[in-house]
């Protein structure tokens, strides 16, 4: 098991599904919280745990490539 609060140099984004019950919004905040180096999360209705690799509705990459530009610019 990894220490969540010894995560000091990664930058972590979450993108959490609200019919998620793998890792459900409640757990997911509670770790977001935990790590030192969050920087965004957001909770996507109607979305599972597999919605974000196998879905239909990919909405939710329109947030990852805004993310991508802001932090890592000159990979766009």
């Known amino acids: 098991m990894i220490p ?3 995560i000091t140099d990664v930058p ?4 959490v599904g609200q019919e ?5 919004p409640i757990d997911t905040r ?5 790590v030192k180096t969050h920087f ?3 909770v996507y209705p109607n979305m599972n745990h597999m919605s974000f690799t196998t879905g239909k509705n990919m909405d939710y990459f329109k947030d990852v490539l805004t ?3 802001k932090y890592n610019p000159s990979s766009t």
């Open 4 to 6: 969540l609060t010894s």
């Open 12 to 15: 972590i984004a979450m993108f």
């Open 20 to 24: 998620d019950s793998l890792a459900t």
């Open 30 to 34: 509670r770790v977001y919280n935990m």
């Open 40 to 42: 965004y999360y957001k």
């Open 67 to 69: 993310l991508v530009a």
